[in-house]
């Protein structure tokens, strides 16, 4: 699969694994989401045979395969085969009324074409080393299943037939195992980057192909862009050297912001955005779980990013006391109903609610009125009552050059006042605080709980003190 996305990345693979990308964090949730998705697709086919990774040889969990299947097991997790070379580890091998049905399950939420050539390759290798398959599926995410009780895995999942599919590829493959042997036999192919190095999936050796490229390139450009690759292959490659006629205006401000150290300020439209703010005036940021594939809660859906914590600043009148709130639900519940009734009691009736990306505080509001029907009215009045401090940003009225090109609060901050910034924080992300706030439910050192929980705290509280003073700045401006 590496091999069928690019065939350095396969040579780099399993000649310089050293010169591989450090996991970050959120690749490392991928993963372990991936692992939960598959232990629940097992209850497909609950009470099977499971074959370790860990801990056994390639030899060992061929033989253990082999002898589950001549020991009359009907459900194998994890099976392993091999054949021409290539080893593959089968989700689930389950023996219907017809023959072998292999099954593969992704953490996704859609069939996509990689997936298609991933069970080709499998069929390919169980068939060859001697198992003839009657049926080969894909297994995804629902994304409309919603949660009520237990999980039903029946509904979670879809089981999607791919045998005609991927039958139909079957002969395409031992050329194309071929093509990699005969490359990996050789000098590393010389590809320069490309299309592929994020297509399908983000390559883990860009830290080595991409290394020449400047921080400010044409890849820096923000926003569409089409033939990127084509102009770098032209030599197109510093911002100096790019065609004005190809940028759109919001590109042309950061290509010549970042060029001349040029700001932009459009007085007229700062003015317009700042007359849709009243008082009391609230900057409310959410803090939610990431996009998991098992829903946690009742009546919650696959992907459904739950709210878990909130920081409010509170501004009554102008020139007023500036107030803070915030709310931080206990690790391992459901944090649901605490969380909307502690902002129910402290945003004040017809209060102005400015958000940074409103479109995201809107979405988790709106799911709590679905959760919380009772509560719709005020939670109706709160959506309508929203304002986006990031429009000026957005519609580039006012930009900085250091902003690179983005409207991200985590680029605005910094440009704009340079004693805040994110930067050496213990939790700098959305990412990380939902990780952070998972990682607590399982800490039993008191003192690391409250550490994290004091750095959780601490960045929600930045979030909208840092739309507190980039209003002020505004203001100024
Ligand atoms: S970064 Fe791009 S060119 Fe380099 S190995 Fe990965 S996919 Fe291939």
Not at 7 to 33: G, V
Not at 205 to 220: A, L, N
Not at 376 to 397: G, H
Request: with cysteine; net charge negative.
């Amino acid at each position: 699969m590496r091999g069928r996305q690019c065939l350095k990345s396969l040579y780099l693979h399993k000649y310089h694994p050293d010169l591989r990308d450090e996991i970050t964090p959120a690749q490392e949730a991928i993963f372990q989401t991936g692992h939960t998705v598959g232990r629940y697709a097992q209850n497909l086919f609950p009470g099977g045979v499971e074959i370790p990774y860990e801990g056994l040889s390639i030899t060992q969990q061929l033989r253990q395969t082999a002898y589950a299947i001549q020991a009359g097991g009907r459900t194998l997790y994890e099976a392993a085969f091999q054949f021409n070379g290539v080893f593959v580890k089968v989700d689930i091998l389950h023996r219907g009324e017809q023959g072998w049905e292999l099954y593969e399950v992704k953490a996704s939420g859609e069939l996509k074409p990689e997936h298609v050539d991933d069970v080709a390759i499998q069929c390919y290798v169980v068939a060859g080393a001697g198992l003839p398959l009657t049926k080969a599926s894909l297994v995804y995410i629902n994304k409309e299943y919603v949660r009520r009780g237990d999980i039903d895995v029946a509904e979670l999942f879809v089981v999607e037939d791919l045998t005609g599919t991927v039958s139909e590829i079957q002969d395409l493959i031992p050329d194309r195992i071929n093509q990699m042997r005969e490359m990996l036999r050789g000098e590393m192919p010389s590809i320069d980057i490309g299309p592929q190095c994020s297509d399908p999936y983000d390559c883990d050796f860009r830290g080595q192909c991409w290394k020449d490229i400047p921080e400010e390139s044409i890849f820096s450009i923000r926003g569409r862009l089409p033939n990127r690759f084509e102009l770098y292959r032209e030599g197109i490659v510093q911002l100096q050297d790019i065609p004005r006629d190809i940028l759109s205006a919001s590109q042309l401000i950061q290509v010549e912001g970042t060029l001349e150290k040029k700001n932009v300020i459009n007085r007229e439209g700062l003015r317009e955005f700042l007359s849709t703010l009243w008082f009391p005036l609230c900057f409310l940021d959410f803090e939610t779980t990431y996009m998991m594939p098992i829903p946690l809660f009742d009546e919650t859906r696959p992907y459904q990013q739950v709210p878990f914590q909130y920081s409010l600043h509170l501004s009554e009148r102008e020139n007023g006391e500036l107030l803070h709130y915030e709310f931080l639900a206990d690790p391992g519940t459901d944090p649901r109903r605490d969380l909307l009734e502690s902002l129910l009691e402290r945003i004040p009736d017809n209060a102005c609610i400015l958000c940074y990306n409103m479109a995201f505080e809107k979405g988790r509001l709106s799911d709590c009125k679905t959760w919380f029907p009772e509560h719709a009215e005020k939670i109706d009045t709160f959506i309508e009552n929203i304002q986006d401090l990031m429009v000026p940003f957005r519609k580039k009225d006012v930009y900085q050059w250091q902003m690179n090109g983005s409207y991200s609060i985590k680029n605005v901050l910094p440009a704009l006042i340079p004693e805040m910034s994110y930067e050496g924080m213990a939790i700098n992300s959305g990412d990380m605080a939902s990780s952070a706030w998972f990682a607590m439910a399982e800490m039993n050192d008191p003192e690391e709980r409250e550490k994290k929980r004091r750095a959780l705290l601490e960045y929600c509280k930045l979030d909208t003190l840092a739309m507190v003073k980039i209003l002020e700045k505004l203001r100024t401006l």
